[in-house]
C-alpha cells in the first residue's frame, strides 16, 4: 500500500499547468498523462469503472458494500491542473522532516528563502515534515495533494473491507482556468452529495463563496490636436479615471476581508479616442452584489448624460453564485465534515471563501458540494508548502466522512 506522501511526490512530477485563454479542452493536452496514471491505478487498486473521456475528467467508483445500499451516493473531486501564475515543471520537491520552526532556505544558489516572517502560520507545523520547493517552480499541493488524499482513502478503504455506501471520485482538468466544472458529468457521475477537496488547512469546510459579476466597460472619445482641442476634444482617459473616482474608495480587495465585497478594477487600458476598463465585482450577499451593479449602471448613465449618449457602454455579466443557498438544504455535509474533522483532533474551521469553487458552480449544477482543506499553504507560488502530517489526517477525515454517510439513510435526508 502506498502511502499519501509518496502519492504525492510522484503526482507533482507531471507537469498540468492548464493555460487561459485556449479554445482546447482540456488547455493543454499534458494534464491527460496525469489522468491517464491515474485510471491505472484507480483500476489496479479495484475501483470500478476508472476511466478519462475524451475532455480529459477522470471518473471511477466504488460499489456499495452489500447492505449499505440505502446510503447516500457520495462524491469526492480534485483537480488535476496546477496555476497558469508559476510553472510546474521539473518540481524538484524537498521533504524537511522534523521541521523545528526555522527559516527554510529553498534554494541557496538564488538566495531563496522561506521566512517564517513572511509565513507566519508555518511554525504551526512545527515537529511535522514539510514538503518544499526548491524555490523555482510551484509546488503543485493545490490540488495533487486532494488527488493523493482522495487516492490514499480509496486504497485504504479498499483493503481494510470496512462497509461503505457507493463512492464515486472525479478528477479535473482546468479548474485553475475556472472551466473545471465546464464539461463535469454530474448525471454519469452519479453522486447525491459531493466534496471538493481542495487547497486551505487541513479542518477548513467552506460551503460559502462569493457572488460574482464582472462589468466591461467601454469609453468612446473624440480626438482632436491638443492646440485646437478648446471644447471639441472629449478624453476616453480622463472619463475613465472619473469611473473609478466615483466608486467607494475603500471597497476594493486590498481594503476587505471576510465577507466584504470589493469592485475591483482589473484591467485599463485607452487612448483619447477609446478606453476599455474591465472590473469584477464580489460580495457574499446577492443584496449587495445588485447594488454593486446597479451603481455601475448608475455611473454609466451619469457620464452619459454629461458627455452625450453612447459615450460609456456597460456591459455587466454574472459570473457565478455563492452555494450557501444550495448547500443549507443539506446542512448534513457541513455537519459530517466537523464531526470527522473532529474525530482527528482537528478544530473545524468554517471559513467563507474570497472566491469562487468548482464546488461552487457544481452545487448550481445540481450537485450539492463544499470545499476541504488539504493541508496546502501559498498555492500558485514558489512558496508553496504542506505538511505530511496534515495529509495524514485529510485522509481520516474524508474515510471518516463516507464511514459517517455509509450509515445514513438517503431517503431520511433528501
Ligand atoms: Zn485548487
Not at 51 to 68: E, I
Request: glycine fraction near 10%; charge should be negative; charged fraction near 25%.
Amino acid at each position: 500500500m502506498k502511502n499519501v506522501q509518496d502519492r504525492f511526490l510522484e503526482y507533482i512530477q507531471y507537469d498540468t499547468q492548464s493555460i487561459p485563454d485556449c479554445e482546447c479542452i482540456p488547455s493543454t493536452e499534458k494534464q491527460k498523462l496525469l489522468g491517464a496514471r491515474l485510471v491505472n491505478e484507480m483500476l489496479s487498486m479495484g475501483m470500478e469503472n476508472a476511466h478519462m473521456d475524451g475532455k480529459g475528467y477522470v471518473y471511477g467508483y466504488l460499489s456499495a458494500t452489500p447492505g449499505y445500499e440505502q446510503a447516500p451516493v457520495l462524491g469526492l473531486i480534485a483537480h488535476m491542473d496546477t496555476s497558469p501564475d508559476l510553472s510546474g515543471k521539473n518540481v524538484k520537491a524537498r521533504v524537511v522532516t522534523n521541521y523545528h520552526g526555522e527559516d527554510i532556505t529553498l534554494n541557496r544558489e538564488q538566495d531563496i528563502v522561506l521566512k517564517v516572517s513572511d509565513f507566519p502560520q508555518i511554525t504551526k507545523y512545527e515537529g511535522e515534515d514539510l514538503i518544499v520547493t526548491d524555490g523555482t517552480t510551484l509546488l503543485g499541493a493545490d490540488d495533487k495533494a486532494g488527488i493523493a488524499e482522495i487516492m490514499t482513502a480509496m486504497e485504504q478503504l479498499l483493503k481494510s473491507g470496512r462497509p461503505h455506501g457507493k463512492i464515486c471520485v472525479g478528477f479535473t482538468p482546468d479548474e485553475e482556468i475556472g472551466r473545471g466544472a465546464d464539461f463535469f458529468d454530474i448525471k454519469n457521475f452519479g453522486a447525491d452529495f459531493a466534496y471538493t477537496v481542495d487547497g486551505g488547512e487541513a479542518g477548513e469546510i467552506e460551503f460559502e463563496n462569493f457572488n460574482a459579476a464582472s462589468a466591461k466597460i467601454t469609453i468612446r472619445g473624440v480626438n482632436i490636436h491638443p492646440g485646437m482641442a478648446k471644447d471639441k476634444m472629449i478624453n476616453s482617459l480622463l472619463i475613465a479615471m472619473e469611473v473609478q473616482s466615483l466608486l467607494p474608495e475603500m471597497e476594493t480587495p486590498a481594503h476587505t476581508e471576510g465577507y466584504e465585497g470589493f469592485c475591483h478594477l482589473n484591467k485599463m487600458e485607452g487612448t483619447v479616442e477609446r478606453t476599455h476598463m474591465h472590473y469584477i465585482l464580489r460580495d457574499h450577499n446577492m443584496d449587495k452584489l445588485e447594488q454593486k451593479k446597479e451603481r455601475m449602471l448608475q455611473i454609466a448613465s451619469k457620464l452619459n448624460e454629461k458627455y452625450g449618449r453612447g459615450t460609456v457602454t456597460l456591459e455587466l455579466q454574472d459570473s457565478y453564485y455563492n452555494m450557501k443557498e444550495k448547500i443549507l438544504p443539506h446542512y448534513h455535509l457541513v455537519e459530517n465534515a466537523c464531526t470527522a474533522i473532529q474525530s482527528v483532533g482537528l478544530k473545524p474551521k468554517v471559513i467563507p471563501i474570497r472566491g469562487g469553487t468548482d464546488g461552487a458552480r457544481l452545487s448550481f449544477m445540481g450537485l450539492p458540494c463544499p470545499n476541504l482543506g488539504t493541508g496546502g499553504h501559498n498555492a500558485h507560488g514558489k512558496f508553496e508548502y504542506i505538511s505530511v502530517n496534515s495529509m495524514e489526517k485529510t485522509v481520516s477525515i474524508l474515510l471518516k466522512i463516507l464511514d459517517l454517510y455509509s450509515k445514513i439513510d438517503l431517503k431520511k435526508i433528501k
